[in-house]
């Protein structure tokens, strides 16, 4: 779970999940601005890449396309739900690359 860098806060789950759709957000504890690290962005950016899996496996087995879409969903479900527990937290904007 993301640690918070100004007070060592541990960021609940709820709190965390803000910080899938905008990279900063303020902390819960003593509100200060907090970024999500280039290592987590990376991260994130990398297991977009698992819902190359379902495709492979829809292609290996002659399946329909709506199995393909369910079985996509359901990864990128997964992904979100679990993403706030590798979650880490930086003091300023750190440039991705
Ligand atoms: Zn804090």
């Known amino acids: 779970m993301p640690t918070c860098q100004n007070c060592g806060y ?6 965390a999940m803000r910080l ?9 504890n003593c509100n200060t601005k ?3 690290s280039a290592k987590s962005r990376k991260r994130s950016s990398y297991t977009s890449i698992l819902v190359v899996i379902p495709l492979g ?3 290996i087995y002659n399946l329909s396309l709506w199995v393909y879409l369910g079985f996509s969903f359901g990864i990128l ?3 979100l739900l ?3 527990f590798y979650y880490t ?3 300023e904007e ?3 690359w």
């Open 20 to 28: 899938i759709y905008r990279s900063k957000a303020t902390c819960p």
């Open 10 to 15: 541990i960021w609940r789950w709820k709190e």
């Open 89 to 91: 937290l930086s003091h």
């Open 82 to 84: 679990l993403s706030p």
């Open 34 to 36: 907090q970024f999500l």
């Open 77 to 79: 479900v997964l992904i």
């Open 57 to 59: 496996i829809t292609t």
């Open 94 to 96: 750190e440039p991705l």
